[in-house]
Each structure stands twice: as structure tokens, then as C-alpha cells.
């Protein structure tokens, strides 16, 4: 599933970032695995709702800080698998959740908010979106993949 992106984008708002990251969204194809890379408060979620709607999803995308894994279904069955897993210690614990069940469907895209708790489970040919912090509005994206 390798893609060949690079792409960068200084975003001077949610909506220029929503509106990238569902450009984003509907160039891949189910079983796609995006890891969101970036501080607390970067625009992770910001995006991850853009993203949901360039796949068609209709629900209010919520950030799954405590719930671990959001579970969206979208348009011709496909699903979304929003993961948070910020509260997660490594990958010993992230089995425990079952979060290899998630990364392994086929069928289902998974936005993956801080991947690197979970290096060793990450699937290839992943596609990683870098968010960085500029200003208060202001957020540079970096995607690669």
C-alpha cells in the first residue's frame, strides 16, 4: 500500500486544515493507516474531522482521548478507526485493548493520533501527517508516505 506523498501546507485556519486533510482522505483507499504526529493542542483532531469527512463520514468526529479507539462507519461500508493513544504506555498495552484487531482490517482506514506509543505494531506503508504548532491559528502539515 505505498504511496508516493509529500506534500507540506501552512495552514492559516481549522477550515484550511480540514478541508487538506479531506483532499487527503479521498486519495486512499481502505486499509490505509495515517499517523498523526504532533504536540497536545497541534490540530490533531482538527484534521482527523476533515479527514472523516473527505470519506464521507456524517457523525461528529470526538476526540477518543478516553475511550482509546472512535469506531465510525462510512458510505459502502468501510469504517474509520480513530485512535488516541495518548494514555496508552507501548505496545504491550495497546494489545491489551486490541488494537492489532483495528490496525489489521482490511477494510478500514485508521487515523492513528501518537503512533510512536505503538512503533513496533505499525503497519508498512503507513502515511504520516506531521502537525506543527506556528501560532495561534497557524499550523504547518507535512505529509509523507
Known sequence: MAMNIDEELLSRSEEETE??????AARLAPGQAVLLRG???AG?????RGFARGLGCEDTLSSPTYTIVQEYLLPGGARLYHMDLYRIADAGS?????VDEFLDDPRAYKL??????????LPEGCVTVEIAHLGDEERRLRVKG
Open 94 to 98: 495497546a494489545l491489551g485493548f486490541g
Open 39 to 41: 504536540d497536545l493542542g
Open 112 to 121: 492513528i493520533e501518537w503512533p510512536e506509543r505503538i512503533e513496533s505494531l
Open 19 to 24: 478541508n487538506f486533510a479531506a483532499k487527503l
Open 44 to 48: 490533531k483532531t482538527v484534521f482527523s
